[in-house]
């Protein structure tokens, strides 16, 4: 799906702005059949990427939110090193999504509800903080938690009814 183009280059004043249009595009993600995640990416405020999953779409396992995100940023800023811009997710990041970040040398992440099954920036791992990491940015978890649960929570509860 694209992305709407008002968002890109759309100027955040918070944190809780910034997810709520993450949270948007998690409610669109959730409306096409994918896991309702959605990411931005911001640089001085400003929003220059913005994504939701997309496996099921692309087939592709890797199609996360937050990899689609941090391509597109990349792409934006004309190079792969992000420590100057923040990425805001819905869902704390997976293993995968983690060593991404770290890879990308992101700032700062910002998320909303937490993975106890495979959150990989606080719940299950702290792949962020691992000092043997050469990366370590800044995390900041719970910012827009109780609406990001209740669209995973939602989905879910549909596509797990008994027959």
Sequence with gaps: MEIEPLTIGAVVADDN??????????????????????????RDGVVIAARHNERESAQDPTAHAEILALRDAAKAIGQWRLNDCSLVVTLEPCVMCAGALINARIGRLVYGAADLKGGATASLYNVCADPRLNHEPVVVHGVGEQESQSLLKEFFAIRRVPE
């Excluded at 702005?17 to 911001?42: F, I, N, Q, T, Y």
């Design 17 to 42: 702005s910034a997810m709520r249009l993450a949270l948007d595009l998690a409610k669109v993600a959730g409306h096409l059949g994918e896991v309702p995640v959605g990411a931005v990416v911001l």
